[in-house]
């Protein structure tokens, strides 16, 4: 299975923000975990700062074969109308994932602008968010019968 990974901004500074909220591990760490714990599939991998590379992604998802979205929008969770519309146009799985737990957080990130467009969410387990995020998004395509997008 082909699996997009998107992070939002800051998340290349991962391993430098609050331990307590992020866990210490930089996104290059998560993502070569995600790699070796899941070795039968392939993931595109996506960091940016900007909203725009962010949507360009999404809606070159379908065309580009990818079979499932797992996406950590960072502080665009909270904000982007536009991120939101774009999920909606794309029907393969989408799994919302966050290191730490939203509810527990500043009341500004309490609410999940994107979350509505999303498949489902996983929040609060640290880097083991994105494993939770990939099992569900392979699950989800199975039962949709959407994987083999890219042959795998």
């Known amino acids: 299975m082909h699996i997009l990974v998107l992070n939002g901004p800051n998340l290349?500074?991962?391993?430098s923000r609050e331990a307590s909220h992020y866990g210490g591990q930089s996104l290059a760490e998560i993502e070569e975990h995600l790699k070796?714990?899941?070795?039968?599939?392939?993931?595109?991998w996506l960091q940016s700062n900007h909203e725009?590379?962010?949507?360009?992604?999404?809606?070159s998802a379908e065309a580009?074969?990818?079979d499932a979205i797992v996406a950590n929008f960072g502080g665009y969770t909270h904000s982007s109308v536009a991120i939101h519309d774009a999920l909606e146009l794309v029907r393969i799985p989408?799994?919302?994932v966050h290191l730490s737990n939203l509810a527990?957080?500043?009341e500004m990130r309490h609410v999940s602008v994107v979350g509505a467009a999303m498949d489902g969410s996983i929040a609060g387990f640290g880097a083991l968010s994105y494993v939770l995020g990939v099992e569900a998004a392979v699950a989800l395509a199975l039962e949709r019968g959407l994987s083999g997008f890219s042959g795998a």
Do not use: C, S, V, Y
């Open 52 to 59: 725009g590379a962010l949507i360009d992604a999404i809606q």
């Open 12 to 15: 290349n500074l991962l391993e």
């Open 64 to 66: 580009q074969h990818i």
């Open 94 to 96: 989408k799994i919302e």
């Open 36 to 44: 070796h714990r899941f070795p039968d599939h392939t993931f595109e």
């Open 104 to 106: 527990k957080r500043e």
